[in-house]
């Protein structure tokens, strides 16, 4: 293959830190080509400019990712069809709920060829039953799509703080070695796992317990609580996904998708910390009250995840087995209160 030219398709935090951290790699790498277009769903800033106009005359995201320079081969485009054009490496970054309308937008405009990856913590639950956000990517569009997943805080990353990633894929370990090139930095450490299940179901759910960590953060409960509950959503994520795909690999559970991406949002993330707004208010102000209040235009996946699984989980009958995936649900709708995140001692389900 002559060259790559890669199209990062989101700009919010994560996405903005990730254009960033793969121009800094397609500037020095000579199989890239230096240029990355980022797509930006447009608005417009309170002082009645557009933010990507705004990002392409400061070289820095205003509203998602203030303060940090992106590179000067960070280009923003707020056409879709005009940022991926003779891309071929996608990088999917949004939040999950609006990745369906955009890749429907996007069928019959990719270059032949084209291969993504997806960094979205999320999924979609369809008639047929649920489908991973790389499924929904891969099928919509008709290409091969991989996985980035791992204890990532964007602003962390932003200063080029040590951190891990892991890359799932299915079969093409080439493929997956070349995200990981175009991925890794000296501050960024990529590895690959042929798990794509099993890595994206790890950033997907841990969303939930991330929630259920700031409630136990917002009812002043001290460290052993938190780590019981966060050892409780780990064996709970785990045994979710190998009843979904029963290919998924213990080992991936102690990548950095699984176990430290775990700690890190139960630690800093925003789940965590809306969460804790919501218990300190008794569940009085809702979450999207809460969201659109404290991450100004960031979104929360936790909340809409946690709906998500608990539909599968009614479906299938399986709702004993999860207490904590599906209390979290029903705090997060009202019907329980933010206390019962720790009743776990009527049910404790076995799993083998
Ligand atoms: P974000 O929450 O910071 O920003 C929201 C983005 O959604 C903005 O770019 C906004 O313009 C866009 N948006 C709003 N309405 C839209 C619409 N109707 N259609 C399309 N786009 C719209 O986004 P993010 O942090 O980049 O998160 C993207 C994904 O990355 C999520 O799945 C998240 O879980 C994951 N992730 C985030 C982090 C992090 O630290 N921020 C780390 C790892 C993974
Ligand atoms: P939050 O969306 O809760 O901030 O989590 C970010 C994340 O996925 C870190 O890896």
Redesign the pocket.
Known sequence: HAKYRVAVI???????VASRLIASNTAKLPSFYDEVRMW??E?ILPTGRKLSESINEQNENCK?LPGIKLGTNVIADPDLESAVKDANMLVF????Q?VE??CKKLVGKLTPGAEAIS????MEVKMEGPCMISKLIADTLGINCCVL?GA????EIAVEEFSEATIGYRKDKEVANRWAKLFTTPYFLVSVAEDIEGVELC?TLK?IVAIAAGLVDGLDMGNNTKAAIMRIGLREMRAFSKLLFPSVRDNTFFESCGVADLITTCLG??NRRVAEAFARNGGKRSFDELEAEM?R???L?GVSTAREVYEVLTYRGWQELFPLLSTVHEICIGQLPPTSIVEYSEHTPNFS
């Open positions: 989101g700009s919010g935090n994560w996405g903005s930006v769903f608005e998602y970054v949004t939040p999950h609006f309308g955009i960094l979205i913590k999320g997943m990532n805080i964007a602003n950033g969303n993330g925003r991450l235009g960031q979104k996946q």
